[in-house]
Nanobody
Framework: QLQASGGGLVQAGGSLRLSCVASGGSFSSYTMGWFRQAPGKEREFVSAIRSTGGNTYYADSVKGRFTISRDNAKNTAYLQMSNLKPEDTAVYYC???????????????????WGQGTQVTVSS
């Protein structure tokens, strides 16, 4: 089970840190991903991190502004978001899956476990 938190209302240029806490599973063996969905749009990939934290992946739209990390001792994944823009406004979801191949990292349909989502609103 995944529980996302940390969303909120922030002005453009501001920062937020999202957290995703896992319970009841082998968090340290999961690839963790962050996705987002804006109103009227499809869910899109934001970032992902491999189980050991050694490899990270980003959508081009957030590269250089967002940083994904994880603390396996705390069963928690993070998404540090900086220099936020109004177009980052969305519901953000964390997701997890064990053993994802590289071609599946950015595909929401390939993640089995999902959190409930946390709203991020960036005002201009």
């Amino acid at each position: 089970q995944l529980q996302a938190s940390g969303g909120g209302l922030v002005q453009a240029g501001g920062s937020l840190r999202l957290s995703c806490v896992a319970s009841g599973g082998s968090f340290s063996s999961y690839t963790m991903g962050w996705f987002r969905q804006a109103p009227g749009k499809e869910r899109e990939f934001v970032s992902a991190i491999r189980s050991t934290g050694g490899n990270t992946y980003y959508a081009d739209s957030v590269k250089g502004r967002f940083t994904i990390s994880r603390d396996n001792a705390k069963n928690t994944a993070y998404l540090q978001m900086s220099n936020l823009k109004p177009e980052d406004t969305a519901v953000y979801y964390c997701a997890g899956h064990r053993g994802l191949i590289l071609s599946s990292i950015r595909s929401a349909g390939d993640y089995v476990h999902w959190g409930q989502g946390t709203q991020v609103t960036v005002s201009s």
